[in-house]
């Protein structure tokens, strides 16, 4: 896919000088598939602009591309979401990806104007249909540049943010592998395939480990076993995984930050510090 290279910028750099050259890069992206013939990724780019008005910490046209976005004013938030998205999402399916951030901000907004969303679209994302889906090595070069992220934007956010990641499907093993400081408050793990280590105890972390699987959801039908490499272990929505379960509704594999949901309602409050409902207490 033709692109230009990302923009060089220095760790220093303001973040509204950062935004900008995102947004050139952008456009210069969606200037290039257009003149190759590549309508449609041309339109996706342009969506993704927002008319000029999209704040990206990184953007990489290039091949199925990386965006790292912030949704809420960054340095004045100290209570940051990082989503970590899982299997299919690349600039093609951005959008669906960035509606869920959208839900969760505006979520976080009605509660505590001072939040912030990341969607951190910051690696090679499996196909759901593929081999390398059911191995650790894309989690694994996704973990080496979530951890550093992390430690930058924590930086970026007002002094003393809490950030929080919410760990989808296959994003769900990137963060169980990612090292996190103290700034990482919470870890929020939903439709996961499992991690690949035995329990909460067994993560790089000492965040708060949270697990949630909606009632719909496809994945509580893959085993839940590794051998040889494959496979990822013990699910952690199961109790002897030792995560803190929390209420994620009847949804399904693609539900759990879509407006007015139980599980939407759920990863707000780990973001805000408040206590979820339990899957208990949501059924009475």
Known sequence: MPAPAPAVLAEHTALPDRYAANRANLAEAARMAEAAGRSGRAAKLRAMGAEGAARFLV????????????????????????????????????????????ALQQRL?????????????????PGTVSASVLTAGRADAGAAELGPFLDRLARAAAPG???????????????????????????????????????????????????GRGGSDWIADVPHVRLGGVGFGTDPADPAFGARPFAAGPGGH??????GTVSLDSLTRIVLGTSPATPEASRV
């Open 59 to 102: 953007f990489d046209g290039r091949g199925a591309g990386r965006a790292v976005e912030v949704l809420g004013d960054l340095e004045t938030a100290d209570r940051v979401a990082v989503l970590v998205p899982g299997s299919d999402t690349t600039l093609d399916t951005y959008q669906r990806f960035r509606a869920g951030a959208v």
């Open 109 to 125: 907004q009605a509660e505590h104007p001072r939040s912030a969303v990341v969607a951190w679209l910051g690696y090679d994302t």
């Open 161 to 211: 943010a809490r950030l929080s990641l919410l760990c989808h499907s296959y994003g769900s093993v990137v963060c169980a592998r990612t090292g996190t400081g103290p700034q990482v408050t919470d870890i929020a793990l939903f439709g996961s395939p499992g991690t690949g280590a035995g329990s909460a105890a067994g993560l790089p972390t000492a965040a708060r480990v949270w697990a």
């Open 254 to 259: 693609s539900d759990y930050l879509k407006p």
